[in-house]
């Protein structure tokens, strides 16, 4: 099998030299700030030309659990720097990275996975676990790639931290010689929004009851009494304005 897939490498790169070439794209993201994951673009060992099998704990930073994987250091395309990690190596392969975590912290997991240009079925899926808990399965169909647009995906995913120490666990489940490939792996604290400021609380303050202000009482008019024609004085009777409830008295 792994014989099958080097002979069709090999016509990749007898493409390339014939003339029709790769561009070699690159397609990174900005790493999520404070990124704890070690060896995460798989650039370690550095120089790879072709392709280098690992297994146990050959791999920097890296423990090859079961099967083995393997760095590609091809032309094609690559999600970010020089080489990229194929989940199947000899076998399907599974690797993990134990991580210091805090218990009870949100993280961020995002990584770029995309498939094998040359050998393997169209569609190859791969599994995701954190502290021994499955969190994602995601497939990937190369349907269309090419070795100059392989059509590397981001895919993120919030993980809580259980312990002083998470375990990471990237697993093939693709049955061929060729794999799902991974590249630019970040793990990293999810920000916290800082609290709200609190808000104070209001001190109801004594209002203080205007005095209502009275206007100066006019003096009353000097009248004069009038004489009637046969009933004598009559004298005058002045009303004072009555004050209403509420209303300005003096």
Request: proline share 12%; with cysteine.
């Amino acid at each position: 099998m792994k014989a099958a897939r080097r002979s069709r490498v090999a016509l990749g790169w007898l493409a390339a030299a014939v003339g029709i070439g790769w561009a070699v794209v690159r397609s990174s993201a900005a790493p999520l700030p404070g990124n704890l994951l070690l060896n995460g673009d798989f650039e370690q060992p550095p120089g790879i030309e072709g392709f280098v099998v690992f297994q146990g704990a050959s791999l920097p930073y890296w423990v090859v659990e079961s099967g083995s994987v393997e760095i590609d250091g091809y032309g094609w395309e690559k999600a970010n720097g020089a080489q990229s990690l194929d989940l199947n190596g000899d076998a399907p392969g599974a690797l993990y990275q134990d991580v210091p975590t805090t218990p009870g912290q949100t993280y961020r997991l995002r990584y770029a996975m995309s498939g094998h240009p040359f050998c393997g079925p169209l569609v190859m899926t791969l599994e995701v676990r954190w502290g021994g808990e499955i969190v994602a399965t995601p497939a990937f169909d190369r349907t269309g790639k090419t070795p100059e647009d392989m059509g590397w995906r981001y895919d993120e995913h919030l993980l809580t931290a259980s312990g002083t120490s998470s375990r990471l666990r990237f697993a093939s489940l693709t049955e061929a010689s060729c794999g799902p490939l991974l590249d630019d792996l970040s793990l990293a604290p999810e920000a916290t929004l800082p609290a709200p400021p609190a808000t104070p609380s209001a001190t109801p303050t004594s209002t203080a009851t205007a005095t209502p202000t009275c206007p100066p009482t006019p003096a009353p008019p000097v009248t004069t009494p009038t004489a009637l024609p046969g009933r004598g004085t009559l004298g005058l009777r002045h009303y004072l304005p009555f004050a209403a409830s509420g209303a300005c008295t003096p």
